[in-house]
């Protein structure tokens, strides 16, 4: 009998004022375990890292796929969440049979869906899909870090820390924000450059 194929899927980015929202997609091979899998958020920087490299090592399918700052803002942050937990789950190879997904909402895919809250915590391939979704976006705020380095990216990832509220006030917007989400858009809205559009 053919082994059902299920990954896990989960998201990053969803809070943050600026970049991209991630998502991940994972099949675990069964015949290699990874130990220590968990929640992301429940991890330190270089545990995800490590865990990183053998979920793309060891996993039967990996995938990442994401939504861009034009696509979060047309179609606001949850769908644009799903649309890229959508991408990563087609873009696997071998395919799933049927995905488990993190939270209360499921993409709109072909295959069977199951939402699972708290799966993060609950379902190995879930935390692995979270773990690659989490690294796979740091990364890219450290890219736009070097770019835009007066927000200080590389550091809070675009969450609306002191450092980077205070940031904003002091810069504006940068071309990565995200200007539907309400202190960038206070921010505009106070420079009244919302109302010359």
């Not at 890292?49 to 939504?67: F, N, P, V």
């Not at 895919?109 to 190995?124: M, Q, S």
């Not at 690659?132 to 835009?148: N, Q, S, Y």
């Amino acid at each position: 009998m053919k082994l059902r194929l299920i990954c896990g899927v989960d998201e990053a980015g969803r809070g943050p004022l600026a970049g991209p929202v991630v998502a991940a997609a994972v099949i675990l091979d069964p015949a290699r375990p990874i130990s220590g899998l968990k929640d992301s958020k429940k991890l330190s920087a270089a545990q995800r890292d490590r865990l990183a490299d053998e979920i793309r090592e060891k996993a039967l399918a990996w995938a990442i796929a994401s939504a861009d700052l034009d696509e979060i803002a047309r179609l606001n942050i949850l769908h644009a969440s799903l649309l890229a937990m959508k991408r990563a789950v087609e873009s696997l190879q071998p395919a799933a049979d049927e995905a488990w997904v993190d939270g209360n909402r499921c993409p709109g895919i072909a295959i069977t869906c199951r939402a699972i809250v708290k799966g993060d915590a609950l379902e190995p391939a879930i935390s692995a899909a979270s773990i690659l979704a989490k690294t796979a976006r740091d990364k890219e705020m450290a890219r736009l870090a070097v770019i835009h380095p007066e927000y200080g990216f590389d550091r809070h990832s675009g969450y609306p820390t002191p450092e980077h509220l205070a940031a904003l006030e002091r810069h504006g917007p940068s071309p990565v924000h995200r200007l539907t989400f309400g202190p960038v858009k206070k921010w505009l809205s106070a420079h009244e450059i919302l109302d010359q559009e």
